[in-house]
């Protein structure tokens, strides 16, 4: 019964370079959340998918950040031309249920980002 | 006005004693609410969710509701040192949106 999945775990990227970070629901799960943590601070939502669909991307910066949901495979966020802001650790959730009651999401292990 | 606040601690309790979370949220509409903790370096794990007013009990935990003062608690029942940690208020409005976290740290 394996939880939600991350990978990598660590990522070291230089500035400019692309980063990849993917993440598998759990089983049965259809709803896939990313959130990213700054160091000391708060979790911030950016992207919520659902197979092979962008459902709220409101909290994604508008460029170098995309995320997708294929129909076969994992969920993943790319980041294009990284800079140093973007450090931070990155968290994938899913849930069994949309937006609503019930909505309880699960975190992966997340990945840690680091820009040189 | 923050859409999520949380007092950021630290909060500091003795083992054995009761610790008390507080939260509040402006999205009068919102619905649904978590309580998460986080250890230093590890993701965040749901501990309670609460969807009704008054109270909600799992094991030493328990959940407080209060829509109209949009106010919601997590006590914590003969806190022990492994209870150190951050925890996280969330708030679903629409999309969840969380708390700076507060640090709690039990003391043997």
């Known amino acids: 019964n394996a939880g939600v999945m991350q990978n990598p775990r660590h990522l070291v990227r230089r500035r400019g370079q692309e980063a990849r970070l993917r993440c598998s629901p759990m089983?049965?799960?259809?709803?896939v959340y990313w959130y990213r943590q700054l160091p000391e601070e708060g979790l911030k939502f950016m992207v919520y998918?659902?197979?092979?669909?962008?459902?709220?991307e409101s909290g994604m910066p508008k460029e170098r950040f995309s995320a997708e949901f294929p129909k076969e495979g994992p969920s993943i966020l790319r980041i294009q031309q990284v800079v140093r802001g973007d450090s931070a650790a990155y968290f994938c959730a899913s849930s069994l249920q949309g937006p609503g009651l019930g909505n309880e999401q699960f975190f992966g292990p997340g990945t840690r980002l680091t820009v040189l | 006005q923050k859409e999520v606040e949380q007092n950021s601690g630290p909060l500091s309790v003795p083992e054995g004693a009761i610790a008390s979370l507080n939260c509040t949220y402006s999205d009068r509409g919102s619905q649904s609410f978590f309580w998460y903790r986080q250890y230093s370096g590890k993701s965040p794990e749901l501990i309670m969710s609460i969807y009704s007013n008054g109270d909600k009990e799992d094991g030493r935990f328990t959940a407080q509701l209060n829509k109209a003062s949009q106010y919601v608690s997590l006590l914590i029942r003969d806190s022990q040192p492994s209870d150190s940690a951050t925890y996280l208020c969330?708030?679903?409005?629409?999309?969840?949106?969380f708390g700076a976290g507060t640090r709690l740290t039990v003391k043997p």
């Open positions: 998918l659902q197979k092979e669909n962008i459902i709220d």
């Open positions: 969330a708030v679903m409005s629409p999309r969840m949106r």
């Open positions: 089983k049965g799960h259809s709803h």
